[in-house]
C-alpha cells in the first residue's frame, strides 16, 4: 500500500532554512508527481510546489516561490522541500502527497514552525 513518511520539520528562526524530505513506498514513485502541501492552523490544506515524474517540471505557490525548492530522488524514492528564507507565515503542518488512479494520499506530516 501507498506510505508516504515525512520528516525534517522544527522550530526555525525567522530566516532561518529546513529540508523536509518524504520518504515513499508502495507505488512506482518515479511514474508519479509528487508534491508537498502545508496547512496552518484555521485555514485550509494549500498547494505548495509539485515536481513531475522525472522531475523535469516544478510548480510553486506564490507565496513560496524564489524561496521553497522541490527535488526527487527517484532511485531513493524519496522527495524533498528545500526551504530558505522561512517567514512566520510558513508556519504549518507539511504534508508529502501523490494522487493515484483519482485518489490522494498523504503521509502524516510534519510540524514547521518559524519564529524567534
Known amino acids: 500500500q501507498v506510505q508516504l513518511v515525512e520528516s525534517g520539520g522544527d522550530l526555525v528562526q525567522p530566516g532561518g532554512s529546513l529540508r523536509l524530505s518524504c520518504a515513499a513506498s508502495g507505488f512506482s514513485f518515479s511514474a508519479n508527481a509528487m508534491s508537498w502541501y502545508r496547512q496552518a492552523p484555521g485555514k485550509e490544506r494549500e498547494l505548495v510546489a509539485l515536481i513531475t515524474g522525472a522531475g523535469v517540471s516544478t510548480t510553486y505557490a506564490v507565496s513560496v516561490k524564489g524561496r521553497f525548492t522541490i527535488s526527487r530522488d527517484n532511485a531513493a524514492n524519496r522527495v524533498y522541500l528545500q526551504m530558505n528564507s522561512l517567514k512566520p507565515e510558513d508556519t504549518a503542518v507539511y504534508y508529502c502527497?501523490?494522487?493515484?488512479?483519482?485518489?490522494?494520499?498523504w503521509g502524516q506530516g510534519t510540524q514547521v514552525t518559524v519564529s524567534s
Open positions: 502527497s501523490v494522487q493515484r488512479q483519482s485518489v490522494r494520499f
